[in-house]
């Protein structure tokens, strides 16, 4: 199940600004029922039933301005979740419940000098939350394939991601240099599940964060009827993995 309501605000002349505000809710429920049995033996080997809600409250606002060379955007959004993950382990046995929220301020930042017709600098910087997917949630093992599983952990965390990007654009050519840093950064890593079969299982984890480091250069040329563009993109991540 699924819900959403958004209630939105704009005004083009706030102190010689353009500006939005808003107010937005999101419901998501979702019921996981799993079964895995052993054909050979005849036995089950494993069940789960998770039944996962989320509550999602968010207010958010932005103004800009435009000059005739420079322009400037900024924005704040606040965003709270509550979560009620409820898991049964077994046909009939009582469920166990886990509540958990979070919650935090996220800002964005925008600008843009352009002091030639040939070229233009820009600059950005935002902050995003991203909640792992339901499917990470959920602690029953899922069957991929004879010998891959998978399942969820109720404690995974969400991931908070921090970007700063600079800009060149000179005539058709343009230069983007970025640095990213993710907290809580979620690797789905694969273990065995015992020393006696090949059977290996995958399951979120959240490592303390990963940094990467981005360069593009692009080109992108339109002439009469034809557009020729080539792009050129180097990442270079970083992370710790504590074992």
Same mark, same amino acid.
């Given at each position: 199940?699924?819900?959403?309501?958004?209630?939105?605000?704009?005004?083009?002349?706030?102190?010689s600004m353009s500006g939005s505000f808003g107010l937005r809710y999101d419901y998501f429920k979702t019921d996981m029922e799993?079964?895995?049995?052993?054909?050979?033996?005849?036995?089950?080997?494993?069940?789960?039933?998770?039944?996962?809600?989320?509550?999602?409250?968010?207010?958010?606002?932005? @103004? *800009?301005?435009?000059?005739?060379?420079?322009?400037?955007?900024?924005? /704040?959004? &606040? =965003?709270?979740?509550?979560?009620? !993950?409820?898991?049964?382990?077994?046909?009939?046995?009582?469920?166990?419940?886990?509540?958990?929220?979070?919650?935090?301020?996220?800002?964005?930042?925008?600008?843009?000098?352009?002091?030639?017709?040939?070229?233009?600098?820009?600059?950005?910087?935002?902050?995003?939350?991203?909640?792992?997917? @339901? *499917?990470?949630?959920?602690?029953?093992?899922?069957?991929?394939?004879? /010998?891959? &599983? =998978?399942?969820?952990?109720?404690? !995974?965390?969400?991931?908070?991601?921090?970007?700063?990007?600079?800009?060149?654009?000179?005539?058709?050519?343009?230069?983007?240099?970025?640095?990213?840093?993710?907290?809580?950064?979620?690797?789905?890593?694969?273990?065995?599940?015992?020393?006696?079969?090949?059977?290996?299982?995958?399951?979120?984890?959240?490592?303390?964060?990963?940094?990467?480091?981005?360069?593009?250069?692009?080109?992108?040329?339109?002439?009469?009827?034809?557009?020729?563009?080539?792009?050129?993109?180097?990442?270079?991540?970083?992370?710790?993995?504590?074992?």
């Amino acid at each position: 199940d699924i819900y959403t309501t958004n209630l939105k605000y704009k005004n083009e002349n706030i102190a010689s600004m353009s500006g939005s505000f808003g107010l937005r809710y999101d419901y998501f429920k979702t019921d996981m029922e799993t079964s895995i049995n052993d054909v050979l033996k005849g036995i089950e080997r494993n069940y789960s039933n998770s039944i996962s809600t989320e509550n999602i409250y968010s207010a958010y606002g932005e @103004l *800009s301005k435009e000059w005739e060379k420079f322009d400037i955007s900024a924005g /704040l959004r &606040y =965003e709270y979740l509550k979560r009620s !993950i409820s898991n049964a382990l077994a046909i009939g046995a009582k469920p166990e419940v886990t509540d958990n929220s979070n919650k935090g301020l996220f800002p964005r930042l925008s600008m843009e000098y352009r002091p030639h017709k040939d070229w233009s600098v820009s600059f950005n910087y935002e902050t995003e939350l991203s909640n792992p997917q @339901l *499917s990470m949630l959920n602690s029953g093992m899922i069957y991929q394939d004879s /010998l891959t &599983y =998978e399942t969820g952990d109720i404690n !995974i965390k969400p991931t908070y991601t921090h970007t700063l990007s600079l800009g060149v654009n000179w005539k058709a050519f343009n230069l983007d240099v970025s640095y990213e840093y993710t907290k809580n950064y979620i690797i789905t890593p694969y273990t065995q599940i015992d020393n006696e079969s090949d059977i290996v299982c995958s399951s979120p984890v959240n490592i303390e964060g990963l940094n990467e480091l981005g360069i593009k250069l692009g080109f992108n040329k339109n002439r009469n009827k034809w557009n020729a563009s080539a792009n050129i993109y180097v990442a270079i991540p970083h992370c710790k993995i504590k074992i």
